[in-house]
């Protein structure tokens, strides 16, 4: 810490009650209030030996605070920092995937670090596990009338803007999916301050029965979810990885049992596979085991079906499915493919029939950043970004515009005489449709009709890609309303 006891320099005296350690670093005294006949605070109290003999040590728990030496065992047990007793949804490493050792890569050098053959054998694998795939989506810009005054309050900057026509298109594709209704529970992974379900939960008014849960694994400020206090609307806040999340764990989807829309704004690569398998390995099969018949004999079944489900009823509103099913629709918006792990990606069986391996993988994921990182940046551009990122990390961006990879990362080195900044793009594209296709591969073995499509425009967001996910026996995302 860089501070001082010492005399200060200043002519300035600590306030009545407050602590008179003089924080160099700051050219000030410390505002805290100290106890009744102390001069210093209990911070700052080992540095006046001549008043306290204690010493205080940093805290093994959270090194940002101390604590008395002779306390600690005391401090261990109340310690904000320490283990918290694991909720019943917590299941370690449910979502995780299998972890299988012989396909996990050793210490793998660089791309940067490659011979030109080595780089060129990549890209001529790259190229030829993609053919046949449509390199270009189908667009699907949308809007939503929730979101109309937001758009245009002329108070908004520009990154509000680009959130609000990001939040209003994937409310408008959840509408034309016909998942926008009442009675269901909205899952929203990666919640960060929660504003997508605020915009959902706008969007149905007064609708009945509407739940929802946000999952972000750490602390978020500003969050706005607190603010709703609807009747018919629940809110939950989880804060925990998805990687052990148990939604059938969750006393809200048990006791309820509402279809399941899990949604996404930006879910960085890892977490958008996690979340899959958590919604359709861990909840929905797990739903369909606890059924008493197979799902397929009790569609037969009309009274049974009306008796399972509230949704199943005469009369329903619009926006409702007729068959009830655990997981009712799947909408995230895709980021950092460069983020995305062999051992929990979804797609390893898409790419072993390939021919493909986790070393391919881990290369493939890494040259994804091409598409997103800007490899022609200048020095000085390279600076103000990274200076630019810094501003949006501490005003708690949930923005990743960059495929949040840095411009130092060795996957942006340039490689002399080998490929223009044009052609890594297009690789880098490449690899994440390749990826993506992975997890559109697996939601079809799942009994899901997945698609890929544009939801916003490149100059809003570089991460521009939206996966959607409709059970078998719903409406297909290409033929819905």
Known sequence: ???????????????????????????????????????????????????????????????????????????????????????????????????????????????????????????????????????????????????????????????????????????????????????????????????????????????????????????????????????????????????????????????????????????????????????????????EERNEEPLAKRRKNDKTDKEINPLAKEGNEKNVPEKWTPVAGIVIALCCHHRCDWRHYVGKEYFRALGLGAVDFHYFQRMSSWATCGMQKTSLEASNVTSKRKDKHSDDSEEHDDGGCRITDDSTESLPGLLTVEEKKKIGHLCKLLIDQGRVEYLQQKGFSPALQYYTDPLVSLENVLLTALPNHSSSPETSA
């Open 1 to 287: 810490m860089a501070a001082s006891a010492s005399t200060p320099h200043t002519t300035d005296f600590p306030a009545d009650g407050r602590c008179s350690y003089y924080v160099e670093k700051k050219k000030r005294f410390c505002r805290m209030v100290v106890a009744a006949g102390k001069r210093f605070c209990g911070e700052h109290a080992g540095a006046a030996e001549e008043e306290n003999a204690r010493k205080r040590i940093l805290c093994p728990l959270d090194p940002k605070h101390t604590v008395y030496e002779d306390q600690l065992a005391k401090h261990l047990k109340k310690c904000n920092s320490r283990e918290k007793p694991k909720p019943d949804f917590f299941i370690q490493d449910i979502n995780a995937g299998l972890k299988d050792e012989t396909e996990i890569p050793e210490q793998l050098v660089p791309i940067s670090s490659l011979s030109e053959e080595q780089l060129e054998n990549l890209i001529k694998k790259l190229r030829r596990a993609s053919e046949g795939l449509n390199s270009t989506l189908k667009d699907q810009i949308m809007s939503h009338p929730a979101l109309h005054d937001a758009l245009n309050d002329p108070k908004n900057g520009d990154s509000a803007t680009k959130h609000l026509k990001q939040q209003a298109s994937i409310l408008g594709n959840i509408e034309k999916l016909k998942l926008l209704g009442p009675r269901r529970c909205f899952v929203e992974f990666g919640a960060g301050k929660g504003k997508l379900s605020h915009w959902v939960d706008i969007a149905l008014k007064d609708a009945e029965k509407v739940h929802f849960i946000l999952v972000e694994k750490v602390t978020t400020r500003f969050k706005v979810d607190g603010k709703h206090r609807k009747k018919n609307s629940v809110f939950e806040r989880l804060q925990i990885d998805i990687q052990h999340l148990c939604l059938n764990k969750i006393p809200l989807l048990s006791k309820e049992k509402l279809p399941v829309v899990g949604i996404g704004k930006h879910l960085c690569g890892v977490a958008t596979d996690l979340a899959l398998r958590c919604l359709v390995e861990t909840y929905a099969a797990s739903c």
